[in-house]
């Protein structure tokens, strides 16, 4: 496990952009991440039979996956690549009601193939997210497993990313 | 330390040989590009496995340039553009710790494609040089020593075999094949239960399946599947006549006199060269990786190539043709309680249409969905083209995960041999190392989608009988990229062909290749039967002559 995944996979629970260094001491580009966290909620809301994407972690997951070396590159460029193309397209995304944000997130979608590229890449990460193992930062007490009877395959990780223990 | 045998590769191919030449006494170093995973090591992590580049080579270090014929031309694309990686499990025992174990041999026929169905325009069809009554021993071999469950029932293109039945009985099944038995029987199919390469009993110490439900793409946890490293590769250390070099990527084969005096290869951690020294060196790093390093491997004797005087290395690549299809299971079919078992291996086969009216045909083969969560929940984000997500997507998810299960189908024929797919190398393209990557062109005959289809249809009407809802089925002339074969194939006349019929090297007489690279054609079933049969094989014949 490299240093910066490390600190990030130990991190823990909470808000994802919260728990981020404060102090501007990370190298991580924050501001496209809030663009995200925001987007993965529209895509993965609270309902009543389903957990959110903020419940099981969405954006603390691909914070902490992003930063390892087995993360194509060219994904990540493009996530925060598309994130300031919605700003561009909505900049005030981040402050409007969040049914509004759906209902602009749909326009910008059919707006360009770029931008129903970028939100279709960014749901199969919140996918990941919500039924990888919780040993790397999302599906936060297997809300996802739980919430479709999904039984894991054993025996799960005990490090990420098949390291040898 | 200057070794008996050198091996290039540590799968299913260089296996068989090690197994033979350690037995016996040989001191063999094994030269593997990526590192030793064991039991005790492998999980069922969808994302390590299944969704990252960690059990391959990272395609920032090492890819491959495709050529696809489009628009009335080749057009070349890398697979770092693609994301598309055609590596396949770079760890000890190679991509055998990976596979579903569905293990099928070749038929008689499969030896004597030309001289019984006779030339097809466009294709490189030959006969092989041997025929399956030298293999069947080898076969036979596999069985037992790699572990090989299941149940001998009669069809009509069943091959002859020199045993009643298999030495381990069938795995535990789940309720749906007593339905897919039922529905061929209505339709007059002949259902086959699937051999397995995975352990019903226990063998030594290895432990039987445990049915974790998470079988191809993950290694085995208790042992029971068959690969190389778990059958054949950990008794063969005990021996202490076999060295495992891990993390050793050989980039070339150095030669004199018409010999390989030596194996270079970069340490891919500590990015150092080193070299080994053999009297005898076997080649075993999967098709396109074995072609490749011949190319690379060029010399004043050989300036095109180790070995290929002929221009015959790289050429007649095989994949396996065929394709894919499905329907969906619900309430309606059986009852939910006995659907959802998880675990219970399906396990049926038609092999009815293994010859069509003249042609070669091929077969079918029924298996659940791939129990993996994130690529089953990603797939339910598109509805006919269009991107759903919120309380829609949430539902289809649900439903997909709680009410239904897809029973899928794979079709196996032969990939035809042709001009248009092949193996090159180009100096344009190099890995981290500055190695020329291999080039494949892809190119499939018309032929092979034919036969697909004709069996495709066949599959469905099985699937229909049982009540299943949404069958469809897609037939595809882009290969698959973990069934390899070819590109050094065997035979008895050295302009066209690599190898001699031991798998020897026509022209390097201390060079061997075990993998699939000999098949000059590849039969209508998945490789890795014959190629461990063919790695006993060839392991015999250096001990008896060398």
């Given amino acids: 496990m490299d240093r910066r995944f490390f600190i990030l996979a130990t991190i823990g629970a909470g808000t994802a952009l919260a728990l981020l260094p404060q102090n501007g001491k990370t190298d991580i580009d924050i501001a496209p991440f809030k663009v995200i966290e925001s987007v993965q909620q529209t895509l993965f809301p609270e309902n009543l039979k389903a957990p959110s994407a903020s419940q099981f972690m969405a954006t603390n997951y691909l914070l902490i996956v992003s930063s390892h070396s087995s993360f194509v590159k060219s994904d990540l460029k493009f996530l925060k690549y598309g994130a300031n193309l919605l700003l561009e397209y909505e900049n005030n995304f981040l402050t409007i009601m969040p049914k509004e944000r759906d209902k602009r997130l749909r326009d910008f979608v059919n707006s360009s193939s770029k931008a129903e590229n970028w939100v279709s890449l960014l749901l199969y990460y919140t996918l990941e997210a919500l039924l990888s193992d919780p040993i790397y930062g999302g599906n936060k007490s297997e809300l996802g497993w739980r919430w479709l009877n999904h039984n894991t395959g054993q025996p799960r990780p005990q490090k990420p990313f098949a390291k040898v223990v | ?546």
Wanted: proline residues 4%; positive net charge.
């Fill in chain 2, 1 to 546: 330390m200057r070794y008996d045998v050198c091996i290039v590769g540590s799968g299913a191919g260089a296996s068989g040989v090690a197994h033979r030449l350690v037995n016996a006494g040989k001191k063999v170093v094994m030269l593997e590009r990526g590192g030793f995973l064991k039991e005790k090591d492998f999980s069922k992590d969808e994302i390590a496995y299944c969704k990252r580049d960690i059990v391959t080579p990272n395609l920032t270090e090492s890819y491959h340039t495709i050529e696809s014929f489009r628009n009335g031309k080749w057009v070349k694309t890398t697979t770092t553009q693609t994301e598309s990686s055609f590596f396949n499990g770079n760890i000890v025992g190679g991509s055998s710790n990976f596979m579903s174990g569905y293990f099928h041999r070749l038929k008689p026929v499969d030896f004597k494609l030309k001289s019984t169905f006779g030339a097809i325009e466009g294709a490189n069809i030959v006969d092989w040089c041997i025929d399956y009554n030298e293999l069947e021993p080898y076969y036979e071999e596999v069985e037992r020593v790699i572990g090989i469950s299941g149940e001998v029932t009669p069809y009509r293109y069943h091959e002859p075999r020199s045993t009643k039945n298999f030495p381990y009985p069938p795995l535990d099944e789940h309720p749906i094949s007593k339905l897919i038995d039922k529905a061929c029987e209505k339709l007059k199919f002949t259902p086959y239960k699937t051999p397995r390469a995975i352990l019903s009993k226990s063998k030594k110490e290895r432990n039987n399946c445990y049915y974790s439900n998470y079988c191809g793409s993950y290694g085995c946890s208790s042992g029971a599947k068959g690969s190389a490293r778990a059958s054949l590769l950990q008794p063969a250390l005990k021996t202490g006549n076999l060295t495992i070099i891990t993390n050793a990527f050989v980039k070339k084969l150095n030669e004199k006199d018409n010999r390989v005096t030596q194996a270079i290869y970069i340490d891919t951690q500590t990015k150092k060269e080193h070299k080994v020294e053999a009297e005898i060196f076997v080649v075993a790093s999967q098709a396109v990786e074995t072609s490749r390093l011949l190319l690379n491997s060029k010399s004043e004797n050989f300036p095109n190539g180790l070995a290929n005087n002929s221009n015959q290395v790289g050429k007649n690549l095989l994949f396996s043709a065929g394709g894919i299809g499905s329907g969906q299971i619900d309430a309606s079919v059986m009852p939910l309680k006995d659907l959802m078992v998880e675990g219970l291996f399906v396990n049926r086969s038609l092999c009815d249409w293994y010859e069509i009216e003249g042609i070669k045909g091929g077969i079918v083969d029924f298996l659940f969905e791939h129990a993996n969560p994130i690529s089953k929940a990603s797939k339910q984000k598109w509805d006919r083209g269009r991107l759903i997500w919120g309380e829609e997507l949430q539902n289809k998810i649900f439903k997909k995960f709680t009410t239904t299960k897809q029973l899928n189908f794979e079709i196996f024929n032969d990939w035809l041999p042709t001009d248009n797919c092949f193996v090159s190398v180009d100096d344009n393209y190099k890995d981290i190392y500055g190695v020329p990557v291999a080039n494949i062109r892809i190119g499939s005959h018309p032929h092979d989608l034919k036969v697909g289809r004709l069996l495709a249809k066949k599959a469905e009407k099985v699937l229909k009988e049982m009540g299943a809802k949404s069958v469809y089925s897609s037939i595809s002339p882009y290969p698959p990229a973990n069934l390899q074969a070819g590109g050094c194939r065997f035979g008895d006349d050295p302009k066209t062909s690599v190898l001699n019929r031991y798998c020897q090297t026509h022209e390097v007489s201390n060079l061997f290749i075990s993998d699939g690279s000999f098949m000059p054609t590849g039969g209508s079933v998945t490789y890795t039967w014959t190629i461990y049969a063919n790695s006993f094989r060839v392991g015999d014949y250096i001990l008896k002559y060398h």
